[in-house]
C-alpha cells in the first residue's frame, strides 16, 4: 500500500490511497486543478483513480470532487446525509451506508463526531480519521487494529483558549464535535495502537497549532517508537509505502 497525502488542512484535505493496483481519493477539497498539480508532482494522476471517497460535506474535504468526477469520470462514493447537501453539480454518486468496494478493494467506512454527518474510512490495515471532536465506540474498536493511520491533531488547547476567536466558536472547536486537540490524537495512538507502526498528523490549524507543537506532544504522550509524520497545510506532504 502506498499512501500521498495531497492537501490537510482546514484550507483543503486530500489523500491517495494505492492498493493492490486499485487508487483511492480520500476527499478533495481543494480545486481540480490544485489537486492535479499536487499529485503530478508526486508523480501521480487522477486517471487512474477509481473513485473518490468523501468523508463529509464541509468544503474543505468536497469542493473539488465534482468537477474531478465529471472531468475524469470517477464516481464520488458519499452518504445519503452527504449526497442530499452536496452542490457539485452533475457527477456520478454512489451512496453507501456500509462497508463496500471500489474495484474490488474493501472499504469500510468509521463513524466520526462533527457538526455534521461524518466518516473516516479503513482501506486494510489503513485509517484516515479527520474533523472529529472525540474517539468514537467505531473509532475505538476500529484502531486497534490498525497498522498505519492519518488522524487529524488540530490544535493546541492553550492556543484555542487564549486565541482570538469568538467564545461560540472556541467551544465548538473544543466540543466533542469539534476537533482533536494535539494532546487528544497522541493520547488515542498511545492508548488505542498498540499495532501502529507509522502515523501521519493531519489537518493542523493555520491560528492555533504548529508542526512543531504537534511533533512534541506525540513524543512526549507516544511512550513506544513509531515512525510518524507531521502533514503539511501549504503543500503535498509526500508518499509512504506501508
Known sequence: M??????????GNCCLVEDHGVSLLIDAGK??????????????????????????????????????????????????????????GEFESRIFSGDFDVNGLKVKPVTTSHNVSSCGFVISKFGYFTDTGMVTKQMKKTIPGLNSILLESNHDVDMVSNGHYPAFLKKWILSDEGHLSNDNASSIIQENGKKLSFVLLGHLSENHNTPDIASEVFNSLVKRKIEFSVCSRDKESGSWKI
Not at 502506498?2 to 484550507?11: L, P
Not at 486517471?47 to 468536497?62: F, R
Request: glycine share 10%.
Open 31 to 88: 480545486s481540480c486543478r490544485e489537486i492535479e498539480g499536487r499529485m503530478s508532482r508526486l508523480g501521480k494522476s487522477l486517471e487512474d483513480v477509481s473513485g473518490i471517497l468523501i468523508t463529509h460535506g464541509h468544503s474543505d474535504h468536497i469542493s473539488g470532487a465534482g468537477i474531478i468526477s465529471r472531468k475524469f469520470e470517477i464516481p464520488v462514493y458519499m452518504t445519503k446525509e452527504v449526497f442530499s447537501t452536496a452542490s457539485l
Open 2 to 11: 502506498e499512501i500521498s497525502v495531497i492537501a490537510s488542512g482546514s484550507n
